[in-house]
């Protein structure tokens, strides 16, 4: 019987002999494609085990293949000429390390091991936690895989792209922005950038639209600026002071009172608010003193309550009904209004039918005291 070698043996002669010769062949095995453990062989009458492409191995006699570990349970040794090694990680008092079946081991740099990435040193240990590599960070597990995406390292967030650098500034994750310092730690809450105000939450995410943040309500533009000063949305007002935080209640803005919805909805036109009724224009802008509405005429205090009964203004009285319209050209009780709706005093009233003195009161069968001097002379006068 002659000698046979299977074709893949002869790769792993000559690859022994490269090594041998101390041709460097730059560590690019990949070692998910490393050699299985189980390929030793041995023959029955003999003492050791051997990789098959041994050339000690006596191919006159049948072989037997195996594990490393089958050999060593059946007390044999390795051989000292092709030295069967287990390969893969290995563990001494400096770290882990990886073999590889033809005994040289990873080292300087990145190597990809169970689909998994790992950084060896120069020395061949495996590295584990923070690494810089050409000015990128990268994580490395206890375990020493690289990761990516998402990941909290002590009390942080970071997050690595697919190829495990960390990321920093903003970035975009699924449909959401995030915002990671310069650390590349994730940044939560507000944060100021360029005179511009985010909010960021919880979860990191930046926030679009409106927000409330401890019982404060904000808004954000599609890119996450916070809005300050009038918005505008569906039709509606809103105001959202320097600070950002939108109006609820009255509100003084630019010297003028403006009063909004607890959602934020600049009202207008007449509302009550409270007990009094207010009149707010087509601006928002709440008003005071006469009014004219429609036909009718109102009063509203300083403070831009509507005003009811008799009221005093600039020293005449007028009277305003329970809806707050001025009544004119008309009594209330003994009073009498004219045109203009002023409380008329000392005059002839309702056609000149009726006499109102000089608190306004109608006076029953009053006689104007000139005129009856008058008519005594026009008496005296026809008498004389
Ligand atoms: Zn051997």
Redesign the pocket.
């Known amino acids: 019987m002659g000698i046979s070698i299977k074709r893949d043996d002869y790769l792993k002669v000559i690859l022994t002999m490269m090594i041998a010769l101390g041709i460097s062949v730059g560590m690019v095995l990949p070692a998910d494609q490393a050699y299985a453990d189980s390929e030793v062989c041995w023959t029955t009458s003999g003492g050791?085990?051997?990789?098959s492409w041994?050339?000690?191995?006596n191919r006159s006699h049948y072989l037997r293949y195996g594990s490393i570990s089958d050999a060593r349970s059946r007390g044999l040794t390795p051989?000292?000429?092709?030295?069967?090694i287990s390969s893969g990680w290995q563990q001494d008092g400096n770290g882990w390390w990886y073999r590889y079946p033809d005994g040289t081991y990873a080292s300087g740099g990145w190597v990809a091991i169970g689909g998994k990435w790992y950084y060896f040193n120069n020395a061949g240990y495996m590295r584990t936690g923070w690494l810089n590599v050409d000015d990128n960070w990268y994580y490395l597990s206890s375990s020493g895989a690289m990761v990516t995406g998402w990941n909290k390292i002590g009390s942080s967030w970071y997050y690595m792209d697919a190829s495990g650098v960390m990321q920093t500034g903003w970035t975009k994750v699924g449909s959401s922005w995030y915002y990671l310092q310069e650390n590349g730690t994730m940044a939560t809450g507000w944060l100021q950038l360029d005179d511009s105000w985010y909010y960021l939450g919880s979860s990191g995410a930046m926030a679009t639209g409106w927000v409330q943040v401890s019982n404060r309500w904000y808004y954000m533009n599609g890119s996450g600026e916070m809005q300050t000063g009038w918005l505008v949305l569906g039709g509606k007002c809103y105001y959202l002071n320097e600070k950002g935080a939108m109006a609820a209640g009255w509100a003084q803005i630019d010297g003028e009172w403006y009063h909004f919805t607890s959602s934020g909805v600049m009202q207008t036109g007449w509302q009550k608010i409270g007990k009094p009724w207010y009149y707010l224009n087509s601006s928002g802008v709440m008003a005071t003193g006469w009014m004219k509405v429609g036909e009718s005429t109102y009063l509203l205090s300083e403070t831009g309550a509507m005003l009811t009964g008799w009221q005093k203004v600039d020293g005449v009285w007028y009277f305003l009904e329970v809806s707050g319209a001025r009544k004119s050209n008309c009594w209330v009780g003994n009073y009498w209004l004219n045109d203009s709706g002023e409380m008329v005093i000392n005059s002839w009233v309702d056609g000149g039918r009726y006499y109102v003195g000089e608190d306004g009161k109608w006076i029953p069968d009053y006689t104007d005291p000139k005129e009856s001097v008058e008519g005594v002379e026009c008496n005296s006068v026809t008498v004389a």
């Open positions: 050791k085990y051997h990789y041994c050339p000690t191995l051989c000292k000429v092709c030295r069967p």
